[in-house]
């Protein structure tokens, strides 16, 4: 069983920056891919971000340039530095964990999510 906890959601301004982090527990081959995610309310979540055990990243056109994904596999934890921020950013974020190193942005491969933490940007 993996769990997944978020942090480091809040409020800043356009241009702003904010770093969410993923603490995760359980076997490292239960978690061999990894992503964000985000969703607004009445939306379908959408991918922002996937990282596999090769360290092999991909990110949505959206955000390419502005965000990187990483992970400390000595404190299973996976990061997501979001740069250069705009309000259309704002969204409840998640991150997913798959137990196969095959990374898509498709929300219903994962196996494990978090709870989000909320990013708010304002103009």
């Known amino acids: 069983q993996v769990q997944l906890l978020e942090s480091g959601g809040g409020s800043v301004q356009t241009g702003g920056s904010l770093t969410l982090s993923c603490a995760a527990s359980g076997s490292p081959n239960s978690r061999a891919c990894m992503a964000w995610f985000r969703q607004a309310p009445g939306k379908d979540r959408e991918g922002v971000a996937h990282i596999n055990a090769h360290g092999t990243t991909y990110y949505a056109d959206s955000v390419r340039g502005r965000f990187t994904i990483s992970q400390d596999n000595a404190k299973n934890t996976l990061y997501l530095e979001m740069n250069n921020l705009k309000p259309e950013d704002s969204d409840m974020y998640y991150c997913?964990?798959?137990?196969?190193?095959?990374?898509?942005?498709?929300?219903?491969?994962?196996?494990?999510w978090g709870q989000g933490t909320q990013v708010t940007v304002s103009s």
């Open positions: 997913a964990a798959r137990n196969s190193w095959y990374c898509t942005f498709a929300p219903q491969i994962y196996n494990y």
